[in-house]
């Protein structure tokens, strides 16, 4: 069996256009080095085929025909792995070969995770909006610095569980993560993945492990990816609400043990605190709950999904009834978005972001992107 230093893994459903432009790019980064995961859980198996035509020899191709839940192909994908480090990505990204020296670095000085800084990001042809197509590259002043992951689950709980890629969690989805922790969470949750969000689950359930050394770094080490049939698209566009029992992606929900502490709805902001708490759960960590902010999540779930205020009350119940601040709520939303398009603006009008337009695939962006990664060694404060 060949010695891999790294694992990419993309768990994929009938996506096939886009999980083969993954593994085209990633597996031309460094043959030797790097094994490339496809568990691929699509309604056939065309993309296998895909992929031997490309003679992709690094790349381990697993068809599944079970009708999986989205953390369960997660689970499966893993099963796979040869390499010492992971790196979880979706089928719409792509992986710069500062990768390969960001391993080679956490193997020189024993690292258990390291989280990148989210800098390039983009947009595939298709999407619904006026960001199809377009490669912005974000212009970034953070600083390398070793990560307080216990404390950053702690805070993530004062906020509801919200917004989990703002802290210092080590993250085995967009970063990398040795494959010895990976086994450690399974070995004392049953699971490599659980709840009903696969990346922060195991964000939380990694940073919750002793003695974990974990850094951040400010140089990019994946290009996010965006297509028009991805959930972040989705989360755009405001597709997400509604009853769980009709989201596809999800597991069994009829026989999943949903956090009463978490409105029983479908959302972004649901998804992620029902998730984080069912980490704490499942890590014999449950002592940390008492930090959940339950009020601040269902302030930012209706100022998130105002246009259901209606919907949410009857979930909620007389308790927690906000509807004689929905004006107030309203306008708090309305704020947040001025706000956000002016900080926008302003990068644009300051040049402190890089954008490409007409950026027709991943490779493209790929090679627009090599252009901005600067050839330094990280330095840790």
Known sequence: MKDYILSVVIPTKNRQKYALSAAKEVSALHREKIQVVVHDNSNNNSLEQMIKNENLQNVTYIYCADSLSGVENFNRSLEYVKGEYVCMIGDDDGVLPEIVKCVEWMKDKNIDAVKAVRSIVYHWPGNSSNLSAMLRIYGNHDVCHKMDTMAAVIQLLKNGGQNYSKYDLAVSYHGIVKKACLDAVKRQTGKYFDGVSPDIYSAVCLSLLKDLKAYY?????????????????????????????????????????????????????????????????????????NYFNRRYLINLLYQNNCQHYKELNEILGNNYDLSKDIKKITFKRRCRKLLSLLHINMREFFKIDTIYNEVQNIQQAYELSLKHVKNEEYRIE
């Open 217 to 289: 770094i400010n140089k990019p080490i994946l290009i996010s990816g965006i297509c028009p049939k991805s959930t972040s698209a989705d989360s755009a566009e405001g597709k997400h609400f509604g009853k769980l029992e009709d989201i596809d992606h999800l597991c069994d929900m009829k026989t999943y043990n949903w956090d009463q502490v978490v409105p029983y709805i479908y959302s972004v902001e649901t998804v992620w605190a029902e998730t984080a708490l069912k980490a704490l759960e499942q890590m014999g960590r449950q002592d940390l709950k």
